[in-house]
């Protein structure tokens, strides 16, 4: 597995894009997209040379990340990339993580399948199966 990206909750998406272009350089690379399955709207940003960041902004109350944005966000998963998520799944298990989501498709990923688990140290850990990102608006 590679680090594929870091996900960031931030209030709201606007300001979220204009803090990581001002204060480090990096520039929105798709346009929102709503994930319906965990009630958030996420955007890429990228930075040459670096890893991509992934803001992720709560859409209602219901959402996993509500609670996290109304006390200021932060830091919220590392994403890995897997060849085989089921196979990594099993393995990560097997050595202490907890499922947190299991394999669903993702929205942001054009429907790549994407997981989530809890690594234990306060690390929740993303796994996604595809470099994909849906609603691109410039190039890789």
Not at 34 to 42: D, E, F, K
Not at 122 to 136: F, S
Request: one cysteine or more.
């Amino acid at each position: 597995m590679v680090i594929d990206h870091i996900g960031i909750v931030v209030k709201q998406l606007d300001q979220g894009v204009d803090h990581w272009e001002r204060l480090f350089g990096y520039r929105q690379v798709t346009e929102p997209v709503r994930n319906s399955l965990q009630r958030v709207r996420v955007i890429f940003l990228e930075k040459e040379g670096s890893v991509p960041v992934k803001l992720v902004e709560p859409t209602d109350p219901s959402s996993p990340v509500w609670t996290f944005a109304l006390k200021g966000g932060g830091l919220h998963h590392l994403c890995f990339r897997a060849q085989n998520l089921e196979g990594e799944l099993v393995r990560l298990v097997e050595n202490g993580a907890r499922v947190l989501v299991p394999p669903q498709p993702g929205e942001a990923f054009e429907m790549g399948n994407i997981s989530f688990v809890y690594a234990g140290q306060g690390l929740n850990i993303e796994i996604v199966e595809t470099d994909r990102r849906a609603r691109r608006i410039c190039p890789s």
